[in-house]
């Protein structure tokens, strides 16, 4: 996952709205969004480490993970940071944020978005800090939470304007946001270690390249009266949609 808006008390009918990007290599195999009989939860699977990018179970627990971008990386072998999410959605403990603690140094850089629908939490293992999500809309992509790189800035006024201008929340207008292919001008650019060229490539909220884009786009909706609805379309390499689906929980 690359990158993530999340909306919160910001709808009358809607007091969560996320929307979500996964961005990989298109050689990456990839099971698309499912109900896994072990674990018990509903994800798209990452066939080459077995992981997630983003989840959630039937008693309204979510997680997704974004990959922090901090080059060079360490040579040593780590874990696939997929496990998180899976771990996220079946852990028991209280205070999930000190397992992650513990066991953060095992992988690359992350950011793991956790918790209920109702109180979502973002951890970021680089900094080592933990920050419920407050009221308003929050953007996590591969640094900070709520950085000011120009997709989550963009990402974010976009989003709040599909939500303030439209009494009835379109599904749709939140797919067309998640689409966008507007790169950042290059003296906006974020430095992390990428090549101008990969910079420049990434600084979209909606990839497209033959090797390299935005696989699966997923909406995710609470009403106030507790009902969630999943919408997930996934992506060729050209960046047309060839699967569309919809779940509810």
Same mark, same amino acid.
Request: with cysteine; hydrophobic share 40%.
């Given at each position: 996952m690359c990158i993530l808006f999340i909306a919160i008390e910001q709808h009358p009918k809607y007091p969560l709205i996320i929307c979500a990007n996964r961005d990989e290599f298109h050689q990456r195999a990839t099971q698309a969004m499912h109900v896994w009989q072990h674990p018990k939860i509903l994800a798209g699977r990452d066939l080459q480490a077995g992981g997630t990018w983003l989840g959630l179970t039937s008693k309204g627990k979510f997680s997704a993970l974004t990959n922090f971008r901090k080059l060079p990386l360490s040579e040593e072998t780590k874990k696939s940071r997929g *496990?998180?999410? @899976? %771990?996220?959605?079946?852990?028991? /403990? =209280?205070?999930?944020?000190? /397992?992650?603690? &513990? %066991?953060?140094?095992? #992988?690359?850089?992350?950011?793991?978005? #956790?918790?209920? @629908?109702? &109180?979502? #939490? $973002? #951890? *970021?293992?680089?900094?080592? %800090? $933990?920050? %419920?999500?407050? =009221?308003?809309?929050?953007?996590?992509c591969n640094g900070?939470? *709520? *950085?000011?790189?120009?997709?989550?800035?963009?990402? /974010?006024?976009?989003?709040? +304007?599909?939500?303030?201008? &439209? /009494?009835?929340?379109?599904? +749709?207008?939140?797919? +067309?946001?998640?689409?966008?292919?507007?790169?950042?001008?290059?003296?906006? @650019?974020?430095e992390t270690g990428l090549t101008d060229e990969w910079e420049q490539l990434l600084s979209a909220i909606f990839i497209v390249s033959p090797t390299y884009g935005t696989r699966t786009t997923s909406i995710i909706t609470q009403d106030i009266e507790g009902n969630v609805e999943i919408y997930d379309r996934s992506y060729a390499p050209s960046g047309q949609c060839v699967a569309k689906q919809q779940f509810q929980l």
């Open positions: *496990d998180l999410v @899976l %771990q996220a959605l079946t852990s028991t /403990e =209280k205070n999930f944020s000190n /397992e992650l603690a &513990q %066991q953060a140094s095992e #992988y690359h850089g992350f950011n793991l978005i #956790y918790g209920s @629908l109702n &109180q979502l #939490y $973002c #951890y *970021d293992s680089v900094n080592n %800090q $933990c920050h %419920q999500l407050s =009221k308003g809309v929050h953007s996590i900070a939470l *709520d *950085d000011i790189w120009p997709k989550m800035a963009g990402g /974010e006024k976009l989003l709040s +304007d599909a939500i303030h201008l &439209q /009494e009835n929340l379109s599904i +749709d207008a939140l797919f +067309d946001l998640m689409s966008n292919e507007k790169q950042a001008l290059p003296h906006l @650019l974020p």
